[in-house]
């Protein structure tokens, strides 16, 4: 150990050993138990530097072991989330996608993610896919996300409903509101017009998301057609203030470029 004179009363200067730059210590020279403090401080003396550089270190190697056993885990993850494989895995290699199919559609819905969000699109104009992409995204930061269409939901509804389970059909709804980070709901709009009850759980997500009680981002994905609003909900001017308000609602052209969509406004 090298010990220099401080300027400032009642330190020393010694040499940090990883660096060999001077640092200050407290004088322990006078001290009774000199000896023993100078062997302490012989086997763990560093400089502030280093000792931030060591612990740096130690937090990386920490943070690349977290993303490493993440990438191991997200597959099953995103399984669990309901994402389909054929939107997470691709269909060739099996392998996990690492950029999004639809670039424009996937960092819209990025840059959007703290938004409840309407998005309108054809079938093969990359919603599906990109919110899956999106979705994995926030999984591997380990956020809470679950993919749903809405034929699984309502089945998953009228199963809670059908049994008089109010815990499952009231923890069906905690799900949705509080659990998750973002609650994508897809194929919204279909052939099929929506029963009573299923209208019932749309209008209560709705209504939830209007009135804050609902803590989760809800997406709803869809090819909302002029006049769908009215094709899904006997009572459809309600639905419309509710989504002017609370929503982000966008349409994906055929060129891919992302449009405002009025879809709250009778066609």
């Known amino acids: 150990m090298i010990i220099h004179e401080?300027?400032?009363?009642?330190k020393i200067l010694v040499d940090c050993p990883v660096c060999s730059k001077l640092y200050e210590e407290k004088d322990f020279r006078s001290d009774q138990f000199a000896e023993v403090v100078k062997i302490c401080l012989e086997?763990?003396?560093?400089?502030?530097?280093?000792?931030?550089?060591?612990?740096?270190?130690k937090e990386d190697l920490a943070a690349a072991a977290v993303a490493k056993q993440m990438k191991e885990q997200l597959p099953k993850l995103c399984e669990a989330a309901g994402l389909p494989r054929n939107y997470t895995h691709h269909r060739v290699t099996g392998e996990l996608f690492t950029v999004p199919i639809v670039r424009e559609v996937a960092e819209f819905l990025w840059r959007n993610r703290s938004?409840?969000?309407?998005?309108?699109?054809?079938?093969?104009?990359?919603?599906s896919t990109s919110a899956a992409f999106v979705a994995m995204q926030l999984i591997a930061q380990g956020k809470a996300v679950t993919y749903t269409t809405l034929g699984n939901l309502l089945a998953k509804w009228r199963d809670a409903r059908k049994n008089d389970?109010?815990?499952?059909?009231?923890?069906?709804l905690h799900e949705i509101f509080f659990d998750q980070q973002v609650f994508?709901?897809?194929?919204?709009?279909?052939?099929a017009k929506v029963s009573e009850s299923?209208?019932?759980?749309?209008?209560?997500?709705?209504?939830?998301?209007?009135?804050?009680e609902c803590r989760s981002k809800i997406w709803l994905?869809?090819?909302?057609?002029?006049?769908?609003i009215e094709a899904i909900f006997a009572e459809p001017d309600p639905v419309r203030r509710r989504l002017q308000e609370n929503f982000l609602?966008?349409?994906i052209t055929e060129k891919r470029t992302i449009e405002r969509l009025t879809v709250w406004q009778e066609q």
């Open 184 to 191: 994508i709901i897809d194929e919204v709009v279909g052939k």
């Open 6 to 10: 401080s300027p400032n009363p009642g």
């Open 249 to 251: 609602c966008m349409r």
């Open 115 to 127: 938004f409840n969000l309407l998005l309108s699109g054809v079938t093969g104009t990359g919603k």
């Open 221 to 228: 994905l869809g090819n909302f057609y002029q006049g769908s």
């Open 198 to 212: 299923g209208q019932e759980l749309l209008f209560d997500i709705l209504e939830a998301v209007n009135s804050g």
């Open 43 to 57: 086997t763990t003396r560093i400089c502030p530097e280093c000792q931030m550089a060591q612990e740096k270190s």
């Open 165 to 172: 389970r109010r815990s499952t059909d009231t923890q069906l």
